[in-house]
């Protein structure tokens, strides 16, 4: 059996903590563990971008064809990252996609028409941006939206 004084036990114990801390935070944020729902990626085909207006064609974009539905749209000519909610018949909500906390993407959370973050810091975002719970301090970008027939236009 090996001696090991209360002092050593405490530190090595610390040490212990430490790593399984940093595990669990990973590199670029919060691990993510849960998944509130599967918001898909935008279709590629049904979005342009002329350097400062997005163009969002919902005829050749079938997840936001219906109240509750929800895409993401990464493209890197565009200057943030978005996540858009079909929140009502006519009523759609743009927000940055990242979580202000630790950059994790966020879902749409259609039930309570929220953004939540699937991480352990469980950040949620009302649809004005405003933080609402968890860890993230900072509300979420949103931006203005223009529906016209079949064609949803963001000034980014
Ligand atoms: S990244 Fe930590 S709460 Fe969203």
């Given at each position: 059996m090996v001696d090991i004084d209360r002092r050593d036990f405490i530190k090595k114990g610390a040490a212990g903590v430490a790593v399984t801390s940093a595990c669990l935070c990973g590199v670029n944020g919060c691990a993510t563990?849960?998944?509130?729902?599967?918001t898909p990626a935008a279709n590629p085909d049904s979005i342009t971008f002329d350097g400062s207006v997005l163009t969002v064609n919902l005829s050749s974009e079938p997840a936001l064809r219906q109240v509750g539905g929800a895409v993401k749209v990464r493209n890197s000519d565009l200057p943030d990252e978005l996540i858009i909610a079909r929140v009502e018949e006519n009523r759609f909500v743009i927000a940055s996609?990242?979580?202000?906390?630790?950059g994790v993407e966020l879902e749409y959370d259609r039930e309570n028409t929220r953004f939540k973050c699937p991480?352990?810091?469980s950040s949620v975002f009302a649809l004005?941006?405003?933080?609402?719970?968890?860890?993230?301090?900072k509300p979420l970008r949103t931006y203005e939206a223009v529906l016209e027939s079949n064609s949803l236009t963001i000034r980014v």
């Open positions: 563990y849960t998944g509130i729902s599967n996609l990242l979580c202000t906390h630790r991480s352990l810091g004005d941006g405003a933080n609402v719970s968890g860890m993230a301090r």
